[in-house]
């Protein structure tokens, strides 16, 4: 399969030279609304997810999956349960992948590293979509109890996460100024020596 080029191509500015996949992973807001994923891209993507590390190799993450054209109810669900920030460049999304944790180890008792181990595969999915010249946005900002009630899923979920995934297109596309000068930043981190624990 050709890998599709990005057209914004944002590469972090590290201290020493890192994997480039890493190196090339931002999120973007502007999304081409044209351009669909395949089945075989969605479950490219869901592959990358499976072979994540967990604890006692339970996998606590599960994946929600909402295509606008193919299951176009649970996607206009998830849309509306976004924060309105999200919304006004969400809209140009063609898939969003809901990324939630079970919280209980096979035996029953409580996982706590459920959410991490969450994390790490959703960080999985990320950078393969970045490898296949997609972009990924992942969101925390969405109403997490509305959506689990529409979902209707029990306590033992823990609903973490909203990433759009698609084609990316140009800042201009925005409608929002904000928004197309937030798309052109340079890109920031803080510093290793800040992120070090003092002992």
């Not at 190196?23 to 044209?34: E, G, M, T, V």
């Not at 190799?57 to 299951?71: I, S």
Request: aromatic letters at 8%; one cysteine or more; proline letters at 4%.
């Amino acid at each position: 399969m050709k890998k599709e080029e990005n057209p914004m191509l944002k590469k972090a500015e590290t201290s020493v030279e890192i994997n480039p996949i890493i190196a090339n992973r931002w999120s973007p807001r502007s999304f081409d609304k044209n351009k669909n994923l395949t089945q075989e891209q969605i479950t490219q993507l869901l592959e990358a997810a499976r072979w994540a590390p967990s604890s006692m190799n339970e996998q606590p993450w599960r994946f929600l999956v909402a295509n606008r054209n193919e299951n176009s109810t649970i996607f206009w669900q998830m849309f509306e349960c976004l924060a309105e920030g999200n919304q006004v460049w969400c809209k140009n999304v063609n898939t969003l992948i809901l990324v939630t944790a079970y919280q209980k180890y096979s035996n029953g008792d409580f996982n706590a590293s459920a959410q991490f181990d969450t994390g790490l595969a959703a960080e999985n999915l990320i950078l393969q979509a970045v490898s296949m010249g997609l972009a990924a946005h992942p969101m925390g900002g969405f109403d997490k109890s509305k959506l689990k009630e529409i979902l209707q899923l029990s306590d033992d979920y823990t609903l973490l996460a909203i990433i759009a995934v698609g084609y990316q297109d140009e800042a201009e596309k925005l409608e929002d100024i904000l928004l197309i000068r937030r798309e052109k930043a340079p890109r920031t981190r803080k510093q290793i020596k800040d992120l070090l624990l003092k002992n």
